[in-house]
Nanobody
Framework: QVQLVESGGGSVQAGGSLRLSCAAS????????VAWFRQAPGEEREGVAA????????FYADSVKERFTISRDNDKNMVYLQMNNLEPEDTAMYYC?????????????????WGQGTQVTVSS
């Protein structure tokens, strides 16, 4: 079974950048999608970005468009989230998740396998 491990979180000042990595152990088929979600204390889990592993189609939440970029390296079973111009509102635990390609790329209900998360803290 595929397992996901996130890394790359940390603490930065507003305006800074971080790159999150999601490593998949085991094979993730080209009909799969990987997404990044985030959850701040007391808030619901929010879909941030998603990518289809086959042809690389990407999806973004409006709140992160133009600032975040999701990418994948299928040879290495890795998905990345480059986060630029970070804002205090981006502070959250970030999770990667994988599921079959379907409707609602940023809907958490469509993802069955989740990593443990990596914390991102942005100070003003």
């Amino acid at each position: 079974q595929v397992q996901l491990v996130e890394s790359g979180g940390g603490s930065v000042q507003a305006g800074g950048s971080l790159r999150l990595s999601c490593a998949a152990s085991g094979y993730a088929g080209k009909n799969m999608r990987v997404a990044w979600f985030r959850q701040a204390p007391g808030e619901e889990r929010e879909g941030v970005a998603a990518i289809n592993l086959g042809i690389g189609t990407t999806f973004y939440a409006d709140s992160v468009k133009e600032r975040f970029t999701i990418s994948r390296d299928n040879d290495k079973n890795m998905v990345y989230l480059q986060m630029n111009n970070l804002e205090p509102e981006d502070t959250a635990m970030y999770y990667c998740a994988t599921g079959l390609i379907g409707w609602g790329p940023l809907n958490a209900d469509n993802y069955k396998l989740w990593g443990q998360g990596t914390q991102v803290t942005v100070s003003s």
